[in-house]
């Protein structure tokens, strides 16, 4: 998966001969899940119609403070606009248009829109060589990388003049791959490696039976998913769960018992980072599984049962620089007994989910935390989807390892 999709993307246009290449462009950020709106300067729909565009990017295509043909002249809120999109792309720009954002000119509403925006801006000159290298064009190129703004650099070629040499604009796939690595590289966990463990475990009674717990694997899966959209390698160890995850960056083990689990998270937490043990494994098992399947009597029947491995202590013992995190569900005195964990598990923080609180548990979308660090710091976060709390987890984990 792109660290574009779902990302929304402006489309900045202007009047250069490389426009007709931004239909590409549009298409390749909606192949990649990106939500795309064009604004075009009035001179770049001489080089590519509006409706082709619009008709690409599924939106409205803007180039006018007011649109004149619609009733009621409809305003085209560049501040809107601007505070739309997560990023902001102008290819390709030409030496008019980045002189103009050089010095704040702002007679359109491309030029508004980039004055409004407060995401990153990313741009890609085109124009002729001896345009891309006079000094003013050069004194443009800095000055806007000064302000934070992205150059995406021209490329050489055969220019529309004839003549051949650099200023070219960067083509399409280029320009797509350039800002996927440069999102990639500024992703808070780029670099990280996170273990998790999710969902319940299976504790084998007979060939058809075994012990096991209401878990999803819900939310596990959503921490998952939270650490590798901000960057993560991520290794999932999974109990039985129905729980679906497809991104480039997790790969998921899946494991049935307690022991397996114990055996996957062993075999890699030493090369990870952070580790989160969400998983509700099972406190105990059969002391023995029959091979053949128990037969129905009419007497009671009692089984032995034995503790499994607690696969977060055995951690908390081996660890290094790892970061660990685990998770408690109680029912009763809940922070004395997290706060308990912590220290006899040897965690730097634990995830508290109390049954009291309505909406907290297994089975549910939401979940309801209080994260407690090894200071006892306690922070309660309000009644969320998890999907919500998996960000919440996730952050409190990178602001915690900033430190
Ligand atoms: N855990 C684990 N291995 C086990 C049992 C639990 O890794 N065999 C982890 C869970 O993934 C969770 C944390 O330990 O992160 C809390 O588990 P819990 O069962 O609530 O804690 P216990 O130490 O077993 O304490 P108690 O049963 O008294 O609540």
């Given at each position: 998966m792109s660290v574009l999709s779902g990302k929304k993307v402006l489309l900045g246009i202007t009047a250069?001969?490389?426009?007709?290449k931004t239909a590409s462009l549009v298409r390749l950020f909606i192949k990649l899940g990106a939500d795309v709106k064009v604004i075009m300067t009035p001179a770049s729909k001489d080089f590519i119609t509006p409706l082709t565009l619009s008709t690409l990017s599924k939106n409205p295509v803007h180039s006018?403070?007011?649109?004149?043909?619609v009733e009621n002249e409809l305003w085209n809120n560049h501040v809107d606009l601007g505070l739309w999109a997560d990023y902001f792309l102008i290819a390709p720009a030409t030496a008019n248009t980045l002189s103009k954002m050089s010095n704040g000119t702002c007679n359109n509403l491309l030029l508004a829109t980039y004055l409004s925006a407060k995401c990153p801006v990313y741009f890609a000159p085109a124009m002729d060589l001896d345009m891309y290298i006079h000094p003013s064009t050069k004194e443009s190129l800095q000055k806007l990388q000064s302000f934070g703004n992205i150059l995406i650099p021209a490329a050489s070629g055969e220019l529309a003049s004839g003549l051949v040499g650099e200023g070219r604009m960067a083509e399409p796939e280029d320009i797509v791959s350039f800002i996927e690595n440069d999102v990639l590289s500024k992703l808070?966990?780029?670099g990280k490696k996170v273990l998790i463990t999710a969902g319940p475990t299976y504790e084998a009674i007979d060939p058809v039976r075994f012990i096991g717990n209401h878990s999803s694997g819900k939310m596990g899966f959503a921490i998952a998913k939270a650490a590798a959209n901000l960057g993560a390698e991520v290794i999932l160890i999974s109990g039985p769960s129905h729980q679906q995850i497809k991104h480039s960056f997790v790969k998921r083990i899946d494991v049935v018992s307690a022991n397996d689990m114990y055996n996957a998270a062993h075999t890699y937490f030493k090369d990870v980072d952070i580790a989160i043990l969400s998983a509700a494994v099972a406190d105990y098992k059969p002391k023995n599984i029959a091979n053949q399947k128990i037969k129905k009597k009419d007497s009671t029947l009692a089984m032995e049962l034995t503790p499994t491995k607690d696969i977060l202590a055995s951690l908390g013992l081996i660890k290094k620089h790892q970061f660990l995190v685990g998770f408690a569900l109680e029912t009763n005195n809940e922070i004395e007994n997290a706060k308990s964990k912590i220290t006899r598990k040897n965690l730097d923080v634990i995830v508290l989910n109390s049954?009291?609180?309505?909406?907290?548990?297994?089975?549910?979308?939401t979940n309801k935390i209080t994260i407690i660090d090894k200071d006892f710091n306690e922070k309660p976060f309000k009644l969320k989807s998890k999907v919500e709390v998996a960000k919440d987890i996730i952050n409190e984990i990178i602001l915690k390892i900033k430190k």
């Open positions: 250069g001969i490389a426009a007709y006018t403070f007011y649109e004149k043909e808070p966990l780029r049954l009291q609180d309505k909406g907290a548990g297994f089975a549910t979308n």
